[in-house]
């Protein structure tokens, strides 16, 4: 799905937009790991704080924007889910994102899928700088 990789009519279309749709959006943004899964949000060792393990992660949920709005670009139920994800996600992100610059005056490595939240690595103009395409909704 994220490197648009299924035909725009498979029928695993539906579905895995319903799944992200449940399990990985959150307020803030895509989760890198359902709040389901049995390693969500546990340490990655005995004091070794999660690092895939539930954060929002702007390389991901940029290739999950780009994908969204090319499956959106169609006809049916699943383009019209497509597109509904493709605004709320984007929506999401941008608020999360502008929100912890205008509290901290920096970017960050990951955001916490919770809160929204900056964590790790700041000022992290890496992959969270693709913010500014996701704003100018740039995807290719």
């Not at 359902?34 to 954060?55: C, F, I, S």
């Not at 709320?88 to 970017?107: C, D, F, M, S």
């Not at 890496?126 to 395409?133: C, E, F, R, S, V």
Request: charged share 25%; net charge positive.
């Amino acid at each position: 799905l994220l490197l648009r990789l299924l035909e725009r009519d498979s029928p695993r279309l539906p579905r895995l937009l319903a799944l992200i749709d449940a399990h990985l959006l959150s307020p803030h943004g895509l989760r890198s790991l359902a709040p389901g899964d049995p390693l969500y949000r546990r340490e990655n060792a005995p004091g070794d704080a999660p690092y895939w393990r539930g954060a929002i992660w702007m390389n991901v949920n940029y290739l999950a924007l780009g994908a969204l709005r090319h499956y959106g670009d169609g006809d049916g139920d699943a383009a019209r889910a497509a597109a509904r994800l493709y605004a709320r996600l984007r929506a999401n992100l941008l608020r999360a994102v502008i929100g912890e610059w205008a509290k901290t005056g920096a970017l960050y490595e990951q955001y916490d899928d919770r809160t929204g939240r900056g964590m790790r690595s700041h000022p992290f103009t890496g992959w969270t700088a693709l913010i500014l395409n996701i704003a100018a909704e740039e995807y290719d």
